[in-house]
T-cell receptor
Framework: GAVVSQHPSRVICKSGTSVKIECRSLDFQATTMFWYRQFPKKSLMLMATSNEGSKATYEQGVEKDKFLINHASLTLSTLTVTSAHPEDSSFYIC???????????FGPGTRLTVL | GQQLNQSPQSMFIQEGEDVSMNCTSSSIFNTWLWYKQDPGEGPVLLIALYKAGELTSNGRLTAQFGITRKDSFLNISASIPSDVGIYFCAGPVAGANNLFFGTGTRLTVIP
């Protein structure tokens, strides 16, 4: 159990376009979902935390107007990278929480390449 | 701010060898988590530690919660090729429900 999916797994887009990434908890209801960004050979950096039905909490330095997060239900959160630029190219990983911080289950990630 | 430094940054070992890596923190943690990330995938939880001095095993993996609560160690015995990946330590951010990840140790196992 505790499977989290992400879609798409890879996306290539042109500079200036917006990209939406979906994160779904397939077999449990997630009280909280987290969005991370990972640069090559680097660690995971938390971007934002979202709770179903409320606004996301963004980490310092993360532009909320740039990275729009919607947590419409207990099984779905979306991250939209608006007006993407090449520097937004990265590996984006979501996780779904089922209780405390250590019950986080990670999705397989989405590799975004902005040309 | 919080820092979790992992050592070594990378390791190249022969199949069958034992592996040791550690994680040190600039502040006290009450929980230590060890994750493995395969290339192009999300992290998977390997071991969770909740008490200072605790030693916990999961198959060929053994992790220890340092007595000072500022460090943790992960050992892998008799490494196999599928052990390849990046190992991250992580701990809960004080007062929040999210995790802070370490810098990672990249393991390569040579068959």
């Amino acid at each position: 159990g505790a499977v989290v999916s992400q879609h798409p797994s890879r996306v290539i887009c042109k500079s200036g376009t917006s990209v939406k990434i979906e994160c779904r908890s397939l077999d449990f209801q997630a009280t909280t979902m987290f969005w991370y960004r990972q640069f090559p050979k680097k660690s995971l950096m938390l971007m934002a935390t979202s709770n179903e039905g409320s606004k996301a909490t963004y980490e310092q330095g993360v532009e909320k107007d740039k990275f729009l997060i919607n947590h419409a239900s207990l099984t779905l959160s979306t991250l939209t990278v608006t007006s993407a630029h090449p520097e937004d190219s990265s590996f984006y990983i979501c996780s779904a929480g089922r209780g405390s911080y250590n019950e986080q289950f990670f999705g397989p990630g989405t590799r975004l390449t902005v040309l | 701010g919080q820092q979790l430094n992992q050592s070594p940054q990378s390791m190249f070992i022969q199949e069958g060898e034992d592996v040791s890596m550690n994680c040190t923190s600039s502040s006290i943690f009450n929980t230590w988590l060890w994750y493995k990330q395969d290339p192009g995938e999300g992290p998977v939880l390997l071991i969770a530690l909740y008490k200072a001095g605790e030693l916990t095993s999961n198959g060929r993996l053994t992790a220890q919660f340092g007595i000072t609560r500022k460090d943790s160690f992960l050992n892998i015995s008799a490494s196999i090729p599928s052990d390849v990946g990046i190992y991250f330590c992580a701990g809960p951010v004080a007062g929040a429900n999210n995790l802070f990840f370490g810098t990672g140790t990249r393991l390569t196992v040579i068959p």
